[in-house]
């Protein structure tokens, strides 16, 4: 069964790039750019839910995790941890917010622990 793929882009994206993701048929969903000149998160998913997408999982990387976090758009978390420690080795989760105090964070309530055999899976929900 085939399923739509969808490229949310900023509007003044152009070339052989897009060119290449429509030519395997990939739909590009073209936004204007937010006040820092990336894609606007909340125009792209106010165009999902449009075409009926009212839930999303979202497993991206640091940039897109902060840019979802800082433009408010994220309801719930599902964090994996495990039992070992990557300091300054591992890729972080989520890029920097942009915070002058801690205060400012986005806030979080925990639900749910699921150990899952030495890892554990816990979910929050936003908290307002």
Do not use: C
Request: net charge negative; hydrophobic share 45%; charged share 30%.
């Amino acid at each position: 069964e085939n399923r739509p793929t969808w490229l949310i882009t900023r509007d003044d994206s152009a070339g052989d790039r897009l060119d290449a993701y429509r030519e395997v048929g990939v739909e590009t969903i073209q936004v204007p750019p937010d006040a820092r000149g990336r894609v606007d998160l909340a125009a792209g998913l106010s165009e999902l839910a449009r075409r009926g997408i009212t839930r999303l999982l979202v497993e991206g990387g640091a940039e897109l995790s902060a840019g979802l976090l800082e433009a408010d758009l994220v309801d719930q978390l599902a964090w994996f941890r495990a039992p070992s420690l990557l300091g300054g080795d591992g890729l972080s989760a989520i890029a920097a917010l942009g915070l002058d105090s801690p205060e400012k964070a986005p806030r979080f309530a925990m639900v749910e622990r699921i150990p899952l055999d030495q890892d554990m899976l816990e979910t929050y929900v936003h908290k307002v």
